[in-house]
């Protein structure tokens, strides 16, 4: 069975610090897929990034970096100097190969306060 | 980019009425929608996977005949609540795949918010 855990509920800051958001997964999936997505107010949920298990290359776009670490299986997503407009709740998800099913963690909610 | 869009936005019946929403995939065809539930502070369940022409597959403990999904169309899905009872209210959202690989991400239609009076 999949598994995401997204330990951190909440998490609140003060805009332009820095904060990372955790997500660990489990999978007995030798190829898998994890995505990280921003679910807004407004409740449309909107892509961030998707990462392939046999990439681990991190990745960086603009305030926005992933870490995947396929030892420790975590996928941390982490904004750099946070803005207001990033208060959001964020969902790591991961994928599976075979019926492509989505495997959703429970969310964090992040508020970045001006 | 891939859009989906969700119809009604929200939406208020009385209960034992049923309610249907809409999902289109705007400027891509979509062979395969997933239908999801989101209550106050959750994450998001997934309830039954929208093949087109064929049969939904359901999740564990989803109920089939209370939550009808058709796809009739390579861009149209929709997912009919019946006899809808106060514990159905709750944010549906659908999505669809943006590309033919396994890998492509998913993307949501806006969420239809759902309450049962």
């Known amino acids: 069975a999949q598994k995401v855990t997204q330990a951190q509920t909440e998490i609140s800051v003060v805009e332009k610090e820095d904060v990372t958001l955790d997500c660990v997964y489990e999978t007995r999936d030798t190829t898998y897929y994890l995505f990280w997505y921003k679910q807004p107010p407004s409740g449309e949920l909107v892509f961030l990034i998707r990462?392939?298990?046999?990439?681990?290359q991190n990745e960086i776009s603009g305030r926005y970096s992933w870490n995947f670490q396929k030892s420790t299986s975590s996928f941390n997503f982490t904004i750099t100097a946070s803005q207001v407009v990033d208060s959001a709740v964020y969902f790591c998800?991961?994928?599976?190969?075979?019926?492509?099913?989505?495997?959703f963690g429970d969310g964090t909610t992040l508020t970045v306060k001006p | 980019g891939a859009v989906v869009s969700q119809h009604p936005s929200r939406v208020i019946c009385k209960s034992g009425t049923s309610v249907k929403i809409e999902c289109r995939s705007l400027?891509?065809?979509?062979?395969?929608m997933f239908w999801y539930r989101q209550f106050p502070k959750q994450s998001l369940m997934l309830m039954a996977t929208s093949n087109e022409g064929s049969k939904a597959t359901y999740e564990q403990g989803v109920e089939k005949d209370k939550f009808l999904i058709n796809h009739a169309s390579l861009t149209l899905s929709t997912l009919t609540v019946t006899s809808a009872h106060p514990e159905d209210s709750s944010f549906y959202i659908c999505?669809?795949?943006?590309?033919?690989?396994?890998?492509?991400?998913?993307?949501f239609g806006n969420g239809t918010r759902l309450t049962v009076t």
């Open positions: 400027d891509f065809q979509a062979t395969t």
């Open positions: 998800a991961l994928r599976d190969t075979n019926a492509g099913k989505s495997t």
């Open positions: 999505s669809a795949r943006g590309g033919t690989g396994n890998n492509s991400p998913l993307h």
């Open positions: 990462r392939n298990s046999f990439d681990e």
